[in-house]
């Protein structure tokens, strides 16, 4: 199974930082990574497909790169509305492997 | 607008069985991929199988730790998908979410919880 390590695992920030995410698979999957943000009770939202594309209706806040192995989640200008744990996915090989999350938090 | 309604949790004991539904509207049910994610208590998400389109055969995948205990179906006439869980273990007591697989995950329910204790 291919492994997906998400750093950090926590984050602290300020409202108005920008936070960046990172994400690493154990193998090469290309562009085929999704990421994902979930608040405490609530289903996953999904954020950026194909390792760079928005989903409809997320805002351009929200950026992703990379390519291969080593892949990061951008958010800039930091809203109560972000803090949350995100969490990224490989969908190049079944099964598919999610990250083990990273909660970010209010400083 | 998708929407994804999923049903069927509640509690059972080790070695019983289950079924989920997970019910959709808003979108062309029979020409998607859709697939089940599940979520233990406090820990994170877990992939546990997907049902292809009938173009595609309806054929399905399913993660190492549910293949053989788990069957994957659907109804498109329904609009509906569903999870048999039979052979039941308490390490399966998690929220269950239908995604529909497109674009990875793009829209997920509300999900169902199941849990699995005597």
């Known amino acids: 199974d291919i492994q997906m390590t998400q750093s950090p695992s926590s984050l602290s920030a300020s409202i108005g930082d920008r936070v960046t995410i990172t994400c690493r698979a154990s193998q090469g999957i290309s562009n085929d990574l999704a990421w994902f943000q979930q608040k405490p009770g609530k289903a996953p939202k999904s954020l950026i497909y194909a390792a760079s594309s928005l989903q409809s209706g997320v805002p351009s806040k929200f950026s992703g790169s990379g390519s291969g192995t080593d892949f990061t989640l951008t958010i800039s200008s930091l809203q109560p509305e972000d803090f949350a744990t995100y969490y990224c996915q490989q969908y190049d090989t079944y099964p598919y492997t999610f990250g083990q999350g990273t909660k970010l938090e209010i400083k | 607008e998708v929407q994804l309604v999923e049903s069927g949790g509640g509690l059972v004991q080790p070695g019983g069985s289950l079924r989920l539904s997970c019910a959709a509207s808003?979108?062309?049910?029979?020409?998607?991929?859709m697939d089940w994610v599940r979520q233990a208590p406090g820990k994170g998400l877990e992939w546990v199988g997907r049902i292809r389109n009938k173009a595609n055969s309806y054929t399905t995948e399913y993660a190492a730790s549910v293949k053989d205990r788990f069957t994957i179906s659907r109804d498109d006439s329904k609009n509906s998908l569903y999870l048999q869980m039979n052979s039941l273990k308490t390490e399966d007591t998690a929220v269950y979410y239908c995604?529909?697989?497109?674009?990875?995950?793009?829209?997920w329910g509300q999900g169902t919880l199941v849990t699995v204790s005597s």
């Open positions: 995604a529909r697989g497109y674009r990875s995950f793009d829209s």
């Open positions: 808003g979108f062309t049910f029979s020409d998607h991929y």
